[in-house]
């Protein structure tokens, strides 16, 4: 079966930098679109990067675009999140998610198989 597993969470002061890293299982790594999604209390789930394997391109949104890198290892089958320059505002939980296709969706809705999240909390 498909498995996602998060790690990395934690607790950073402002400006700090964190990795997550999401171990997936159970499906073919490098053909599926695998994305990162966050939600904080009272938020909604809201899309924070994906990797698009049909293209070979990866986006972000633009609340952590030029400060989150998004990467994958196909070797490991994992993929990470490396946030630097860490606001408050990123506080929430992060999830790691995918589906049957090769393309990023923009609705959340369509990943059907989610990880359990890891705990990411910046001081200020």
């Known amino acids: 079966e498909v498995q996602l597993v998060e790690s990395g969470g934690g607790l950073v002061q402002a400006g700090g930098s964190l990795r997550l890293s999401c171990a997936a299982s159970g499906f073919t790594f490098d053909e599926n679109a695998i994305g990162w999604f966050r939600q904080a209390p009272g938020k909604e789930r809201e899309g924070v990067s994906c990797i698009s394997r049909r293209d070979r391109t990866t986006s972000y949104a633009d609340s952590v675009k030029g400060r989150f890198t998004m990467s994958s290892d196909s070797a490991k089958n994992t993929v990470y999140l490396h946030m630097h320059s860490l606001k408050p505002d990123d506080t929430a939980v992060y999830y790691c998610?995918?589906?049957?296709?090769?393309?990023?969706?923009?609705?959340?809705?369509?990943?059907?198989?989610w990880g359990q999240g890891t705990q990411v909390t910046v001081s200020s």
């Open positions: 998610a995918t589906h049957a296709w090769s393309w990023c969706p923009d609705d959340p809705l369509h990943y059907d198989y």
